[in-house]
Every structure is written in C-alpha cells, then in structure tokens.
C-alpha cells in the first residue's frame, strides 16, 4: 500500500474548497436555484440574484465594481477577450502591440494569432530574477502601440512585476494596459481602484473554486472597449453571450468570499512554510532558487538541482506530486521556456522542479517533502559524484 504523493501543484490546479462545492450544489437540481438567470420569472430572479452576489464577491476582492466584470470559461477565455477584444476594437490607433517571452500560453498564442492578422507584437525578455525593467517597456513603445500585456505573478517562477508603475506609465500615454492575474488573485492584495490597469483576466480553479470559470475585468472609467469573441444572446452588455452558468459562478465568488477572509492568515502561514522549505534546500549544494527571491508570490519555488539528471530526478521525487516545468507544458519534452528566458541553461532547466504550496498544505507535508528532497537528492548524487564550485 502506497500513500499518494503530498501535492506541492497548487499554480497547476487547487482542490475546491470544501465550502465552495457546498454553496455550488445547490444551483443544479430541481430542488435548488436552477433556472436561466436570463428569465423573468422567480426561477430567473433567483439565480441571478445569485449572480449579482458572486460578482460583488469579486468585485471586492479586487476593489472594482461588479459592473466590470464579464464572465468566462476561465483565464485562457478572459485573456483571449482582452487581447483580441482590444487589438480589433482599437486597430484603426495602431497595431502594435508589447508583452513578455515569460508569457502563459493563454496570453502567447492569441497574441501569435494576432500576428497573422497583421499586428506587430514586440516581445520583452526579463532580467535573469524574472522581472521586466520598466525602462525597456518604456523604449519599446511607439505611436502605434495601443496595447501592453504583462502578466503579475509568473506561474512558473512566482516573480511578481511592477505593474502599478507600468501602469502609470502607460495611463498617462493613453495605451491601453491588460493583465493576466490568473496567479496573483488570492495571492497579491488587488486594488483596482488604485491600480492603472484596465483589462484584468481571473481563473476560478487557481483560487480553491472550479474549472472552468473565470472573470475579465473590464475598466468602465476611463472606459474600454471590446470586440467580443462570441456572437449569440447578448448576455453581458454583449461582450461575451451565452447563458451564465449559475453554479459555476457562484463558485468562483465563494471562492472570493473566502480569500478575502482568509487572506492574511492564509498567507502568513504559506510564507512560515515556504521559508522553512528554502532554508533546507538552500543548504544543499548545487540547489538553486529560480526568479527573485523577494519580488515573489510565497506559494512558489521553484530550484534547479545541479549535477543530476532530470528524469533520474523526476523518478526520485514521486512522493511529491511537483511540476517539472509547468503544468501546461509537461506534456513536451523541452525545458521550460519561461527558464531558459532568463538564461537558465538547457541542462539545469530540466533538472528544476516547482513547488507551489497552498490551503491545504500541513507543516507535516512540508517535513514530509524536505525529508524526501534531502534524502532523494543525496541519494542521486552519491551516484553521480557532484564537484560544487562555491
Ligand atoms: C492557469 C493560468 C491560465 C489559464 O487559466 P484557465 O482558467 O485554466 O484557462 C492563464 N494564465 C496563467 C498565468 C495561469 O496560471
């Protein structure tokens, strides 16, 4: 009999919280809110005042109004709605666009296809801690570019950007400023109302609710303008139709509810235990942190252990269900593009590993996980004799 593996994947995916799946159950059947909250009826009424609920959750949890926010299947939506919302609205201003090669896929690939649509997208490189100089953001820009996306906390290496003062910069040129915060909700304090952002896109299932929902912010003062992406009933000022899925709304601004209880709490004890976790592996030889150690979420790390061999190190650590690149990514067999962004070798990408605690993560997981990557790590280098330059 085997125990699974202690899950450190919290930036791949959150279980729901317990409390959120309770609240969620009882907007599916007969018995509970069910109807279209498009109806007039009660049954209509009902659910979308449910609704109105879930987004004023949202909205202060991040400071805004719960008239900003659209609903969507998730961040890969909101993304793809900011981005593509954005360029086609406001393409007769320019076509240029500028983000960052540390990008998620989600915000990458619409901005890719964007380019074969005849925009020109510029793409930054961060400094070798992850973060965007905001002076290179500066020198890049043009009077064609209407548009910057940069995300806040990096999924892989948990470095959060500056973007308040790219923000200002950016306010006061009139472009036009998105920002994928799938990472950051739950994680950094949001306050829209002090934040230059206009576009913001959010996922329910990084933050202990369900897949498959998620929110872009969309900035009513100064006002933003979006193309949608789906054409149908005109739900959500027409920005994005298709009946609202109650219970998974409802979801995601429980989720919301609790975060922003348990926010301080939650996040003081994920720093005891992350900063425990470092101070062991740090000690180890050849073990180091990727990204900037301060500017960063403290549900992440992410190390590349030297002198062993990735897959040796993937099979060692099997007690502990890790990401060895991003969850997105595994199912390629090239290193981790957000590493090798900022100049971390081939080799040592594949030998890193991310760790990302979260809610559910006990002080027993993490002895647990340091007496495993003590013991594990030791055991591979005793067979491969590792010379430490330090
Ligand atoms: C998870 C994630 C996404 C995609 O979110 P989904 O809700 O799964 O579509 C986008 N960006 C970042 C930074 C993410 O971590």
Not at 353 to 382: C, K, M, N, P, Y
Request: hydrophobic share 40%.
């Amino acid at each position: 009999m085997t125990a699974d593996p202690i899950y450190l994947d919290y930036m791949a995916t959150t279980p729901v919280d317990p409390q959120v799946a309770d609240q969620m159950s009882g907007y599916l059947t007969q018995q509970g809110v069910f109807g279209n909250p498009a109806s007039q009826h009660c049954y209509g009424r009902r659910a979308n005042v449910a609704i109105k609920q879930a987004a004023d959750h949202l909205a202060t949890l991040i400071r805004a109004q719960p008239r900003e926010i659209i609903w969507t299947s998730g961040a890969t939506e909101a993304n793809n709605l900011a981005l593509f919302g954005a360029a086609r609205f406001y393409q007769r201003q320019g076509r240029h666009i500028i983000s960052v090669i540390t990008e998620h896929k989600a915000v990458l690939d619409p901005l890719r296809q964007l380019e074969q649509e005849g925009f020109r997208v510029t793409y930054l490189t961060p400094k070798t801690n992850g973060l965007i100089e905001v002076q290179d953001l500066i020198s890049q820009l043009t009077r064609e570019t209407i548009l910057v996306s940069i995300m806040q906390v990096n999924n892989e290496i948990g470095v959060i950007q500056d973007i308040h003062t790219m923000g200002e910069l950016l306010r006061e040129r009139g472009i036009l400023f998105h920002v994928d915060a799938a990472q950051s909700l739950g994680k950094v304090m949001i306050d829209l109302q002090r934040l230059p952002v206009d576009l913001m896109a959010f996922s329910a299932h990084k933050l202990y609710g369900p897949k498959g929902i998620g929110a872009l912010y969309v900035r009513r003062q100064p006002r933003v303008r979006l193309q949608p992406l789906l054409y149908g009933g005109g739900q959500q000022h027409g920005l994005r139709s298709g009946t609202l899925a109650t219970h998974q709304i409802v979801g995601m601004g429980e989720a919301c509810r609790l975060t922003n209880q348990y926010f301080d709490q939650e996040y003081q004890r994920i720093r005891r235990l992350r900063d425990r976790l470092w101070q062991t592996l740090q000690a180890i030889p050849g073990v180091q942190c990727n990204g900037d150690l301060k500017q960063r979420v403290p549900h992440n790390l992410n190390v590349s252990v030297a002198g062993v061999e990735g897959e040796s190190l993937v099979l060692a650590l099997r007690d502990l269900a890790l990401s060895t690149a991003s969850a997105c990514t595994t199912a390629s067999i090239e290193p981790s593009y957000v590493l090798r962004a900022i100049g971390v070798s081939s080799e040592l990408a594949h030998s890193s590993i991310r760790i990302s605690l979260g809610r559910f993560t006990s002080e027993q997981d993490i002895d647990r996980t340091i007496a495993v990557l003590q013991q594990q790590i030791g055991w591979l280098r005793s067979l491969t004799p590792f010379e430490y330059e330090g």
